[in-house]
């Protein structure tokens, strides 16, 4: 994924694109491909009775997440509210989900990796609420 | 769609569900089929150079409520200040639709339509935020 | 959802939209909220680890329909070939998720729901391949 | 992205997952992106109104290659079927893409990548349908 190449051919963005907006779109796309298969192996244990919370939040992250890294690629017509409660969104379900997944990051490793997508997504949501202009 | 039914049989809804929930992942389900339908629109529009705010909205509004509506209709392992951001997010951009929409309602019926979807989503995810226990 | 106004309302749809595609697009959006739901409902009953493949299906059939809904939804740059493919794929997993749904239809009420949603949007993908010029 | 880890980790997938299904998912994860990007970037351009076919192929592709990569990732409850017909309509969409965009690839930085993104997606579907055992 090249989103820097991307954004910097983009007529809309001037110059070199922010390096959080791109990170942010980037740690989307990984979080949410990784909570899909987070939610599919926690499916195929054996204690999956166990594991319902843990799958359900991996589902609304991953659903999230690809919304608003598709979002935070839209420049052309981009209203900065609406990406900023993305973003808000998007930290919190990311909060959410590494938290559960951390719980049981020590007996599964699908839930350990999925617990550093999130908290990888997380701080980078945080970053393009911080760092870009007119989102706050 | 037949949303209460669905609710209804949910080992982990007590009762009759909430008419706000129901009503909300109905509105999210309309309002994301018809953003995309208008985005598509106006895309073929003569005048489409004038609308690509409108189509960047649009896009935007279909994404977030598409997992509005997935969010909301989890209740396995709910997450209420999940939901509830998302809600906010939602109604964020159901607003900033509406409005670009009403821009040019007289000129295309599509985003006269539109505008309507928005509005009902936009009102149901305000409904749902206040009627909710738990969301605030 | 009025897709039949938003449709005619569209530049490039010439005159009355075909029914066979408004309904299409309907059913894709009806049978994806539907596979969500049923999904979170077998998550949460007490023999969840006999419903594995019911939510794995579910999911995938909600993530395909919403792709088609939406492809079926654009006009403006259409490519009938690709529809047709997407309506071939969307008709199977159709079919597959009614028939594992109806393996416990009398059991769980949202199962007997959700595999009436599946057979009612395999019916109108079908029909659509069938009905839409270019398509075949 | 660490797709072979997470895969390594599901219970149902014995060994070392296949190469093909891994570099499928990603690449998937990637095209999507990069889809909505261009299809962002094109609305931007001036001359945006000999853009609307990449636009909507663009939207297209994107909808495709998130809904494959999702399906692709689960193995809980697997349908080798479904997948199939998955990668049939993905591969179809981004040749489409790919060929719409190669037209404009010497005026739009944007547009070439995005071919590449498609050409490489394209490629990743034909490898995962031509190598998984059971999927033809």
Chains 1, 2, 3, 4 share one sequence.
Not at 10 to 23: C, F, K, L, T, Y
């Amino acid at each position: 994924m090249d989103t820097q190449s991307m954004l910097m051919s983009h007529p809309s963005v001037q110059g070199r694109p922010s390096d959080a907006i791109v990170n942010c779109i980037e740690q989307c796309a990984d979080c949410a491909a990784t909570c899909i298969q987070c939610a599919d192996a926690c499916l195929a244990e054996d204690m999956v009775a166990d594991l319902r919370r843990c799958i359900s939040l991996d589902l609304d992250c991953a659903d999230i997440c690809t919304a608003t890294g598709r979002i935070a690629s839209r420049h052309a017509g981009a209203d900065a509210r609406v990406l900023h409660l993305a973003l808000q969104a998007c930290a919190e379900i990311c909060r959410s989900c590494a938290e559960e997944c951390e719980r049981h990051a020590g007996m599964h490793e699908h839930c350990r990796i999925c617990a550093e997508a999130c908290r990888a997504c997380l701080r980078s949501c945080e970053e393009a609420m911080e760092r870009l202009p007119g989102l706050q």
